[in-house]
């Protein structure tokens, strides 16, 4: 069993008790970064009552041989996806994925997360070519063909600042009046 698998064991029967649900867990060396998430995201409180939990638990388990660095955060709006349950959890998404170097065709996949599965993924692009009735079209991978991917995080067109609409629909400005 790897350290992160051991982390991931001390860590999930604390998480309940906070209200998250474990998203991941990454060992890069001595960093250990612990990623939840719950319903409409996590604030600063939540985040900080779980690192005060799961740091106790690990000083208790000493998973890790040597020092570590814990962070405890949440996955953000753009969200690194690597696990089947992952990437379930972003069907209907906005996703980037980088295929392996050995995959036939276009490395970079961008587009709707439309299915995921024990097996792998499929995502919807638009228009260029056309797979199904509406142009999009569909590129099927396995886990296994995917080096990386992640969500998208769309910005919309942002709404003008109270009392900037009319700057922001082209009016002319109200001139000043002069006092002699």
Do not use: C
Not at 15 to 27: G, Q, S
Not at 82 to 108: N, S
Request: hydrophobic share 35%; no cysteine; proline share 7%.
């Amino acid at each position: 069993m790897n350290v992160a698998d051991r982390v991931r064991d001390i860590v999930l029967p604390i998480l309940p008790a906070h209200d998250v649900e474990l998203y991941d867990v990454d060992v890069q060396g001595p960093l250990v970064r612990v990623v939840v998430d719950r319903e409409g995201g996590v604030d600063l409180e939540a985040l900080g009552g779980v690192t005060r939990a799961v740091s106790r638990a690990l000083d208790a388990a000493d998973p890790m041989p040597s020092r570590y660095t814990l962070e405890v955060t949440s996955p953000g709006v753009e969200r690194r996806l690597r696990t089947p349950e992952q990437f379930a959890r972003a069907i209907g998404e906005v996703v980037k994925v980088r295929t392996t170097p050995e995959v036939v065709g276009d490395r970079r996949v961008e587009g709707v997360l439309a299915t995921a599965d024990e097996r792998g993924i499929t995502v919807r692009s638009e228009p260029e070519a056309a797979d199904d009735a509406d142009g999009a079209t569909l590129r099927t991978l396995a886990y296994g063909e995917i080096e990386r991917a992640r969500t998208v995080f769309e910005w919309g067109t942002p709404a003008p600042k109270p009392g900037h609409a009319e700057a922001a629909s082209g009016s002319s400005r109200k001139k000043r009046e002069r006092r002699p």
